[in-house]
């Protein structure tokens, strides 16, 4: 069994004393596992626009101050999103982490698969469903993964954390729609205006023209999820996957594939604990009472 170490304490207490974060960190030995240079991703997930239970940046400058006194380079890490809203790409996505406070760290917000999400690389993994995973590519040249995950409900994986964090969160957008979608997607009619933009992005030429509309063929579409996010109207329908164990599986032999590779430690933040994730572009009340932080080196083992 892994070792989880874990401070009790509420939202409140921690925003009173973030060092405890640091306190836990130096009990769990993470800062042993790096050395001076070091490029130090904390991943994070900064919270939709109008969402505020994502993890305070307030809680993380000491911990910022205590790697970078380790002579690492700490930074903000984060992709993209599959759907439609303000972290789509790199330049509102950047634009809301500073809205939300994260740029008074002072350390670069770099989203790890590029301005549009389509940097990627690919991890071979041999699983189930994937022999091969594709994750941000900026993955490959961080030395050191701390995955910071705010513990929340979660309507399709029925909670979401470290696991989640990983394998969704450090997916390129072509994995997310991977793990998400068991088919192509589908272009609503109704709403399309017949720009074009989809099939000028395509990479296999899977959208075509057909009479008045435009559509995907299913044999040429690779999900790479251009398409999804090129498009004015939202036109491009993601087909949703309600196979939930599926969805679940996917998601962690994408969690596998990051976490393999690389050196990696977890923190689960069991404070303002919500029913729905960070994603929801709401205010989401508390939903549970605090319960603390946990400290791992193991994904499966602190979630
Ligand atoms: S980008 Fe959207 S609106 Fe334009 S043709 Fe494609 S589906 Fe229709
Ligand atoms: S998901 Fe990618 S491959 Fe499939 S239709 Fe859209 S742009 Fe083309």
Same mark, same amino acid.
């Given at each position: #069994?892994?070792?989880?170490?874990?401070k009790?304490?509420?939202y409140?207490?921690?925003?009173?004393?973030?060092?405890?974060?640091?306190?836990g960190?130096?009990?769990?030995?993470?800062a042993?596992?790096c050395?001076?240079?070091? %490029?130090?991703?904390?991943k994070?997930?900064f919270?939709?626009?109008?969402?505020?239970?994502? &993890?305070?940046?307030s809680?993380?400058?000491?911990?910022?101050k205590?790697?970078?006194?380790?002579?690492?380079n700490?930074f903000?890490?984060?992709?993209?999103?599959?759907?439609r809203?303000?972290?789509?790409?790199?330049?509102d996505?950047i634009?809301l982490?500073k809205s939300?406070?994260?740029?008074?760290?002072n350390?670069p917000?770099?989203?790890?698969?590029?301005?549009?999400?389509?940097?990627?690389?690919e991890?071979?993994?041999?699983?189930?469903?994937?022999?091969? !995973? %594709?994750?941000a590519?900026a993955? +490959?040249?961080?030395?050191?993964?701390?995955?910071?995950?705010? %513990?929340t409900g *979660?309507?399709?994986?029925g909670?979401g954390?470290?696991i989640?964090?990983l394998? #969704?969160?450090?997916?390129?957008?072509?994995?997310k729609l991977?793990q998400?979608?068991?088919?192509?997607?589908? &272009?609503?009619?109704?709403k399309?205006?017949?720009?074009?933009? !989809?099939?000028?992005?395509?990479?296999?030429?899977?959208?075509?023209r057909?009479?008045?509309?435009? !559509?995907i063929v299913?044999?040429?579409?690779?999900g790479?999820?251009?398409?999804?996010?090129?498009?004015?109207?939202?036109?491009?329908?993601i087909?949703?996957?309600?196979?939930?164990?599926?969805?679940?599986e +996917?998601m962690?032999? *994408?969690?596998?594939?990051?976490?393999?590779?690389?050196?990696c430690?977890?923190?689960? %933040?069991? &404070?303002?604990?919500?029913k729905e994730?960070?994603? #929801?572009?709401?205010?989401n009340?508390?939903?549970?009472p605090?319960?603390?932080?946990?400290?791992?080196?193991d994904?499966?083992?602190i979630?």
């Amino acid at each position: #069994m892994s070792e989880v170490f874990f401070k009790r304490g509420s939202y409140q207490e921690f925003l009173r004393c973030p060092q405890h974060i640091v306190d836990g960190c130096r009990k769990a030995g993470f800062a042993k596992r790096c050395k001076r240079n070091d %490029f130090v991703g904390f991943k994070l997930h900064f919270g939709e626009k109008g969402n505020k239970s994502y &993890i305070n940046p307030s809680l993380l400058a000491p911990l910022i101050k205590f790697f970078h006194a380790q002579g690492t380079n700490p930074f903000l890490f984060e992709t993209n999103t599959l759907y439609r809203g303000q972290r789509m790409n790199s330049i509102d996505h950047i634009r809301l982490a500073k809205s939300h406070g994260f740029g008074k760290l002072n350390v670069p917000i770099i989203i790890g698969d590029g301005l549009r999400g389509k940097d990627e690389i690919e991890a071979h993994v041999e699983l189930k469903h994937f022999s091969t !995973c %594709f994750i941000a590519s900026a993955l +490959k040249d961080i030395d050191f993964l701390l995955v910071l995950s705010h %513990f929340t409900g *979660h309507m399709l994986t029925g909670f979401g954390a470290a696991i989640k964090n990983l394998g #969704m969160g450090c997916a390129s957008r072509r994995g997310k729609l991977a793990q998400h979608c068991v088919v192509s997607p589908q &272009i609503k009619e109704d709403k399309c205006v017949l720009c074009g933009e !989809c099939a000028k992005v395509c990479p296999t030429a899977a959208v075509l023209r057909k009479d008045k509309c435009f !559509c995907i063929v299913e044999e040429k579409c690779i999900g790479c999820a251009q398409c999804i996010s090129v498009c004015p109207q939202a036109a491009v329908k993601i087909i949703w996957s309600e196979e939930y164990d599926e969805l679940g599986e +996917k998601m962690v032999e *994408h969690a596998y594939a990051v976490a393999k590779h690389r050196k990696c430690a977890y923190i689960n %933040f069991c &404070i303002y604990i919500t029913k729905e994730c960070d994603c #929801m572009n709401k205010e989401n009340n508390e939903y549970v009472p605090d319960y603390g932080i946990f400290f791992s080196e193991d994904p499966v083992c602190i979630d």
